[in-house]
């Protein structure tokens, strides 16, 4: 029973404190719309999509007007598009027609994006897979909506280094393609490790093929309300300290939990997850200085995130039997102040954030490099990453921006919710014998566990 000291709280922390409801997405199974035939696919992908999804958006709007709970953005996700698409495409453009008509959909449903032009290649690649890669800097290009994922990797079955070479090529001709809009098309395009089959968040969403034929999640950001409990634990022990996060991160997830289970019910669609993930709203990196760094990238920084990781998994796992996705702390520079200013201050630096994904929710996110950095650094960037996640079992991904024309010192700005970030160093030493290796890095000993 919710009694009237909770609902005054969940005003104060949505009106004072920034909590919201990141996105509601809804996935979608699009396996029963594959056909032999490009258009007839695109008609199918059409008809199901905008029949399941055609009152998302007005289903969030009312909720957020009843219940009080500012949602920002509805999103879809569909099934990834290679295993949609092969018996149909024969080429890259035939893809393109498929990202075209996501696209159209993305549009006339109103939502925010639309993940899913994906393929899932960790331990290696088919005709369909290997096309519809090929296809990504077109499709982004041509597409306002639309969100590319690839996985690479996993603990299971090792990192496949053909995908995560050709991936350092693919970024590049995504950066290329959209240099009008400062390389935009790369902040649409995520490369993981471990990639989970509920994650809500773009642009790594994608409907797993374990999942319903369509559910609704949700994403809850609420490091605003993490910062305003911690302003009234300054200089208490890591016990307070802890037990303040923790009781933080439940009360955020029982929010999320209500709005999910809401919309679940109006739009006649099962509950997926909640994915309970500090996304900056304000800044990540506010919070770490309130946890007692100077700045974000100061020694302490990877226990302090590892600290906050594990205590909003552990306050959010109370409020919810069905938490999911990524569920944990997001460190995005290109969106988070914070790490903004700690990159300007000279305190963080790509090594030390990859440090830092050891023990965070995903991996190296909205990083901007600059635009002449070669294909094999950024395959030797992802290759650490997936290595990462494939040895200490987690998601790991790198959203890298290598921006056209920008170098070291210059800053450019994406607009909107994707944000502004200064050009990044990267290390200038050669990579490339190592990733020119063909094929894939084994699993580690541990996935051996049947």
């Not at 496949?160 to 590049?172: H, P």
């Not at 800044?283 to 302490?300: C, S, T």
């Not at 992802?382 to 959203?399: L, S, W, Y």
């Not at 070291?408 to 030493?429: Q, R």
């Amino acid at each position: 029973m919710i009694n009237i000291s909770e609902v005054i709280e969940t005003n104060k922390m949505i009106e004072k404190e920034n909590l919201d409801v990141r996105t509601i997405t809804m996935g979608i199974n699009l396996l029963d719309c594959a056909a032999t035939e490009v258009d007839v696919l695109c008609d199918n992908i059409y008809k199901k999509i905008t029949r399941l999804a055609k009152n998302l958006v007005k289903t969030g709007e009312d909720i957020s007007k009843e219940f009080g709970v500012p949602i920002v953005n509805k999103r879809i996700s569909v099934t990834p598009i290679a295993l949609v698409g092969g018996s149909a495409c024969k080429t890259t453009d035939d893809y393109v027609k498929i990202a075209k008509t996501l696209d159209k959909c993305a549009k006339e449903l109103g939502v925010n994006f639309l993940g899913g032009y994906s393929a899932i290649v960790s331990k290696g690649m088919s005709k369909s897979d290997e096309l519809l890669i090929r296809s990504i800097p077109q499709a982004l290009a041509q597409t306002d909506f639309v969100c590319s994922s690839i996985n690479v990797g996993s603990t299971k079955t090792g990192i496949n280094m053909d995908a995560v070479r050709l991936m350092g090529e693919i970024i590049k001709d995504t950066a290329e393609n959209t240099k009008e809009k400062g390389s935009l098309g790369c902040a649409k395009l995520v490369v993981l490790c471990n990639a989970p089959d509920d994650n809500p968040f773009m642009a790594g969403a994608f409907h797993g093929v374990s999942e319903a034929d369509a559910v609704v999640s949700v994403g809850v950001s609420g490091p605003g309300v993490v910062k305003y409990a911690l302003e009234s634990v300054r200089g208490e022990s890591f016990e307070v300290l802890c037990e303040t996060i923790k009781r933080t991160a439940f009360k955020i997830t029982r929010v999320g939990q209500l709005v999910a289970k809401e919309a679940s019910r109006r739009l006649n669609v099962p509950f997926g997850i909640i994915d309970l993930s500090l996304a900056p709203t304000p800044a990540i990196g506010d919070i770490l200085e309130l946890i007692g760094l100077e700045h974000a990238g100061a020694p302490g920084t990877t226990a302090a995130l590892a600290l906050l990781n594990d205590q909003v998994k552990k306050g959010g796992i109370m409020a919810s039997s069905y938490v999911g996705g990524l569920s944990g702390a997001f460190i995005p520079v290109s969106e988070d102040q914070g790490m903004i200013n700690a990159v300007e201050a000279g305190a963080l630096t790509i090594e030390k954030l990859e440090a830092m994904t050891c023990v965070c929710s995903v991996g190296l996110d909205m990083i901007a490099i600059p635009g002449d950095t070669p294909a094999t650094t950024i395959s030797g960037i992802i290759a650490d990453e997936a290595a990462i996640g494939m040895i200490n079992q987690k998601t790991t991904a790198v959203r890298v921006i290598p921006v056209i024309g920008m170098k070291v010192g210059d800053c450019v700005d994406f607009g909107g919710l994707l944000g502004h970030a200064p050009i990044m160093p990267v290390n200038s030493f050669s990579c490339s014998a190592f990733v020119n290796r063909v094929g894939r890095i084994p699993a580690p000993i541990h996935s051996f566990k049947n």
